[in-house]
């Protein structure tokens, strides 16, 4: 992604005019190109323009109003035409066998604009992303987004057909209320640029997300962004938000979310303030192949973001060997557990966290990551990490991890069994704090185990004395109520499980929920 701040570009595109071929052009099978731009305001602008051979898909650089000597072929040529208050975006494809003039005049795009059919939405954000269709895959010629208002007016210069590639991604929010308890995210993709840059649509013929975002702290302000990865074979769009200090736009704790359908997109959530970093989410549900679910027409679906205990169960941790060395990751370790059909797949968070590697009682190595030579006999090792959250965070404030692992120094990458628990807690607020006085169910969750053989969860209302909990077995989880308190505070949690292989897993989050 190459997120251009406060830029919308559509690309435009003129009329070309071809020179007789000269013998110098014919000798030596190249020819120039020479692109003059004009803005919105009838002035020629020096922008920067872009060639891409469509059969070579190689990239060339050039000055408008300079010539640049190409090899002969076809040619997507594209520039920004950025002006104060205006952007245009042009794009065109050309046979290059001769010397050739190429004029993008901005004066000739046209506006790009979404309506729906709901009272007060307002186009809130416009994002485009250009590639051009080559042999060997698709090349990003432009790629761009921005948030409407106080922002530049964007336009796209018609162009069609072609082997130029535009989708749009475009919101629409409501203009009176902030954050919006709505959003509308229409995507369209098309083969060069049409005519008509109005993307309409109605609430019945689009798919319906309700969100329930959680935050880790009462503090902390919500933002979604969404990026639409076509399903009919077209390019993804590859960027995301990139508004302010984290992407996306504001949202409430509940907000209905209108899509196009028949598209896979990728959600990312943020909660972020007060000086401490982002928790973000990356969409990765938990199908076989790890991709967002299509959602169709006229159907209503609910997904829950960043709801229970946050504890040390990233799929980014990462235990292996390799040349005779045991390594271990812990990248964004803490994560929500899923919940309404939402599995975290990168989880960021402000927290500081450590490993220890351990053989018996001796230490062999520490840090946020670590290599450490191991004997090539299997023996067994114990890997710690602990974390901890700054001032200012209420659930999750401190955490370890500890894994009992057999491993040996081979020589090939070798992953090792590594599990990892996850604890989802029901009926928690928008900041994951339960009531006074109440009962909250926790479902634990191991996975990384070939088979696991017992598990354990105990609770504490100070940290020091832990009372253990009846578990039920429920499917492939295990779940257990805990009594709140009466009075205010946190609810810490330690859960262990054990593999038939010998290998264990223990975490104890302190604050995993809060006490209103």
């Known amino acids: 992604m190459r997120p251009r701040a406060l830029v919308v570009p559509m690309l435009a595109a003129a009329m070309a005019l071809g020179s007789p071929v000269t013998a110098a052009d014919a000798a030596s099978h190249s020819a120039t190109v020479k692109v003059t731009v004009i803005g919105r305001s009838g002035k020629s602008l020096t922008s920067t323009v872009d060639l891409v051979n469509v059969t070579t898909g190689k990239r060339y650089t050039v000055t408008a109003g300079k010539a640049k000597r190409v090899p002969n072929g076809t040619y997507v040529i594209g520039s920004y035409i950025a002006e104060t208050g205006k952007l245009t975006l042009a794009a065109r494809t050309i046979v ?44 990003p010629l432009a790629e761009a987004d921005t948030e409407v208002s106080g922002h530049p007016t964007v336009y796209a210069i018609p162009a069609s057909g072609g082997r130029a590639r535009l989708s749009l991604a475009m919101t629409l929010t409501d203009a009176t209320v902030s954050p919006s308890p709505y959003r509308f995210d229409l995507a369209r993709t098309t083969k060069g640029i049409p005519t008509s840059l109005n993307v309409t649509a109605k609430k019945a013929d689009l798919a319906r997300v309700d969100l329930d975002l959680h935050t880790p702290d009462p503090d902390l302000k919500r933002r979604v962004d969404l990026a639409p990865n076509p399903t009919d074979g077209a390019f993804a769009m590859e960027f995301g938000g ?48 790890l991709t967002q679910p299509v959602y169709r027409a006229g159907h209503t679906y609910a997904e829950t973001w960043g709801s229970g205990a946050w504890g040390p169960s990233a799929p980014s941790l990462q235990f292996a060997t390799m040349d005779g060395k045991l390594g271990a990751l812990a990248f964004w370790p803490l994560c929500a557990p899923e919940a309404g059909g939402v599995h975290p797949d990168n989880c960021v968070s402000d927290d500081d966290s450590s ?59 070798t992953t090792l069994e590594q599990g990892l628990i996850t604890l989802a807690a029901a009926g928690l607020n928008g900041h994951n704090a339960a009531g006074r006085s109440s009962t909250t169910r926790i479902t634990m969750s191991v996975t990384g185990f070939d088979s696991t053989t017992s598990t ?29 308190p009466a009075g205010a505070g946190g609810v810490s949690l330690r859960a262990n499980a054990a593999a038939a292989s010998g290998s264990t897993v223990s975490e104890t989050i302190s604050n995993a929920y809060a006490i209103d």
């Not at 506006?111 to 590639?131: E, F, G, K, M, P």
């Not at 955490?399 to 020589?411: N, T």
């Not at 105990?458 to 295990?478: E, R």
């Open 242 to 289: 990139g508004f302010g200090d984290a992407p996306g736009l504001l949202a409430p704790q509940h907000l209905s979310s209108y899509r196009s359908p028949q598209v896979n997109w990728r959600t990312t959530y943020t909660a972020a303030g007060h000086g401490r970093g982002a928790q973000v989410f990356e969409i990765a549900p938990a199908s076989a192949d």
């Open 96 to 139: 290059v066998d001769r010397s050739t003039s190429l004029t993008f005049d901005a004066r000739t795009g046209k506006r790009i604009t979404a309506s729906v059919d709901q009272a007060h939405a307002r186009l809130t954000r416009v994002a485009a992303d250009l590639r051009v269709h080559t042999s060997v895959g698709d090349v």
């Open 456 to 484: 354990d969860l105990a609770y504490s209302t100070d940290g020091t004395t832990w009372n253990s909990l009846a578990m039920t077995k429920s499917g492939g989880s295990w779940v257990a109520d805990v009594p709140n």
């Open 355 to 413: 490993f220890r590697l351990f053989r018996g009682p001796t230490q062999l190595a520490e840090g946020a990551e670590f290599e450490a030579a191991i004997p090539a006999t299997p023996d067994w090792y114990d890997l710690q990490l602990d974390g901890t959250r700054p001032t200012g965070a209420t659930t999750s404030t401190a955490y370890s991890a500890r894994w009992h692992v057999l491993a040996g120094g081979s020589i090939d990458r």
